[in-house]
T-cell receptor
Framework: KQEVTQIPAALSVPEGENLVLNCSFT??????LQWFRQDPGKGLTSLLL?????REQTSGRLNASLDKSSGRSTLYIAASQPGDSATYLC??????????FGSGTRLLVRP | DGGITQSPKYLFRKEGQNVTLSCEQN?????MYWYRQDPGQGLRLIYY???????QKGDIAEGYSVSREKKESFPLTVTSAQKNPTAFYLC?????????????FGEGSRLTVL
């Protein structure tokens, strides 16, 4: 059974710092990997999607990498801002199009 | 996402009552999903539907039921058999036409059992 783990569970950094969020999964037979952002009490906003054949995706200050063989993904946030404060969720899609989520990393960027 | 509407946003229910959460989409996507989120945790899959008139159980289907009579709609009923129904419920819609597998989420419905 696919399991997704995110480390750290919580992170607090000063504004301007570059940071990395980690995601690992147990079964490398994935269709894609997605990173989402969730603000308190809200739904999920898709940040980046990496297909199984890809190694990375970039959007603005965000860069996500995928290493299927080792079962790892990282989300890199450059020059963090207080507006980046949110929970970041990693999810992998299996071959039956089910999306399996990690527990998330709660990020606080201090002004 | 503007193309996915969940209602109601907040719902209170007495123990023993069934309640139905609505999810409507105008994105013309085939796949629809229901997830449950408990405080400080990730999302767990309740039910999903890849096509009209077909749906499959997810990891925590007990105490829930769904129907998929129309492409645009995938309502979730939380029955009295669900032991801990208080949670945040999220509906998602998936892009199968282009096969990217990307999911788009609604704003969620928060259910509280009194």
């Amino acid at each position: 059974k696919q399991e997704v783990t995110q480390i750290p569970a919580a992170l607090s950094v000063p504004e301007g710092e570059n940071l990395v969020l980690n995601c690992s999964f147990t079964d490398s037979a994935i269709y894609n990997l997605q990173w989402f952002r969730q603000d308190p009490g809200k739904g999920l906003t898709s940040l980046l999607l990496i297909q199984s054949s890809q190694r990375e995706q970039t959007s603005g200050r965000l860069n996500a990498s995928l290493d299927k063989s080792s079962g790892r993904s990282t989300l890199y946030i450059a020059a963090s801002q207080p507006g980046d404060s949110a929970t970041y969720l990693c999810a992998v899609m299996d071959s039956s199009y089910k999306l399996i989520f990690g527990s998330g990393t709660r990020l606080l960027v201090r002004p | 996402d503007g193309g996915i509407t969940q209602s109601p946003k907040y719902l209170f229910r007495k123990e023993g009552q069934n309640v139905t959460l609505s999810c409507e989409q105008n994105l013309n996507h085939d796949a629809m999903y229901w997830y449950r989120q408990d405080p400080g945790q990730g999302l767990r899959l309740i039910y999903y539907s890849q096509i009209v008139n077909d749906f499959q159980k997810g990891d925590i289907a007990e105490g829930y039921s769904v129907s998929r009579e129309k492409k645009e709609s995938f309502p979730l009923t939380v029955t009295s058999a669900q032991k801990n129904p208080t949670a945040f419920y999220l509906c998602a819609v998936g892009d199968r036409v282009t096969n990217t597998g990307e999911l788009f989420f609604g704003e969620g419905s928060r259910l509280t059992v009194l």
